[in-house]
């Protein structure tokens, strides 16, 4: 090897020396302390005791985790709906209207917010007795309901929230990917008779779908990890359980009952899903992702 280059090589690892030592201190370390936790009984107070497959044959026998699951599964409706709305504002701002710039940055605001400043607005705006959502609704002569106080519409209104604050970042990725789209392609579609519908139908939806892959993904990546909204608008959960995710459930385990041997165990049965899925959508998108 060149000795110049050898030396370029050299110094940068040194530089990346940082990240590599704070990896494997801070994530990479706990996360394989963390399989031997979860076969034990571990609840930071006392020392651990092996409990081998225990925890984990628990967890399937676990009503609340089933339920927390489920829950969780629910709230991943919000990203396909978030998808479709973000697709046809990227749409609309891609027509060349005037001011696209303000709106990309007022809709990109929620997404770089904080999220627990966000979750308590929201909160308020859910409000029962003076809420803006239920004001609304009153001016239309409909009778708003207890958002967060009700099995029902707890679900709806996390999903609501988690849409708006996330329907910034996807409108960008739309954005980006229209503009990209070769016009001579349009103007093809148009010489074949293609309407404006049958234009979006057959050349900008099929363009869009590696986008569309990696924001379905990401989405549901996310949804599966939501907790800081659930923790503010519903810290016990909410109604009768209604509201808890599983990592809402894994967290409640783990710092308020103090069980780190299980709720380790929830968190590897959780990435275990998160693999499976991914997996499985990858091997799905050979079927309508075009490049």
């Not at 020396?17 to 979860?38: A, D, E, K, R």
């Not at 092996?50 to 026998?61: A, H, L, R, S």
């Not at 396909?80 to 709305?85: A, D, E, K, V």
């Not at 940055?105 to 029962?128: D, E, R």
């Amino acid at each position: 090897m060149n000795p110049q280059l050898k030396k370029e090589n050299i110094l940068a690892y040194f530089f990346i020396l940082p990240l590599l030592i704070q990896f494997f201190i801070f994530t990479s370390g706990p996360m394989i302390y963390s399989i031997y936790i979860s076969f034990t009984d571990w609840n930071i107070l006392q020392s651990a005791n092996w409990v081998g497959f225990k925890n984990y044959i628990n967890i399937f026998t676990d009503s609340r985790f089933w339920q927390s699951l489920g829950n969780t599964a629910i709230y991943l409706i919000g990203v396909p709906i978030g998808l479709f709305l973000s697709l046809i504002i990227a749409i609309w701002m891609n027509q060349g209207i005037r001011g696209t710039a303000w709106y990309r940055a007022i809709y990109f605001l929620p997404a770089i917010s904080s999220i627990v400043a966000i979750t308590i607005l929201w909160q308020w705006i859910y409000n029962t007795d003076y809420g803006l959502m239920n004001y609304v609704l009153g001016l239309v002569g409909l009778e708003g309901p207890n958002w967060l106080g009700n099995e029902t519409w707890i679900k709806p209104a996390i999903i609501i929230m988690g849409v708006w604050k996330g329907i910034g970042i996807t409108i960008i990725f739309y954005l980006a990917g229209l503009q990209n789209i070769p016009k001579e392609l349009y103007e093809a579609a148009e010489i074949d008779g293609a309407n404006f519908f049958q234009k979006y139908r057959y050349v900008t939806v099929p363009l869009l779908t590696p986008i569309t892959f990696f924001l379905v993904v990401t989405g549901i990546i996310n949804s599966l990890q939501i907790f800081v909204e659930i923790q503010i608008m519903a810290p016990d959960g909410g109604p009768n359980y209604a509201a808890a995710s599983i990592v809402f459930y894994l967290w409640q385990k783990a710092f308020v009952y103090y069980e780190m041997g299980y709720a380790s165990a929830l968190a590897w049965v959780l990435g275990l899903i998160m693999f499976v899925v991914t997996f499985i959508q990858f091997k799905l998108s050979t079927k309508w992702v075009h490049e």
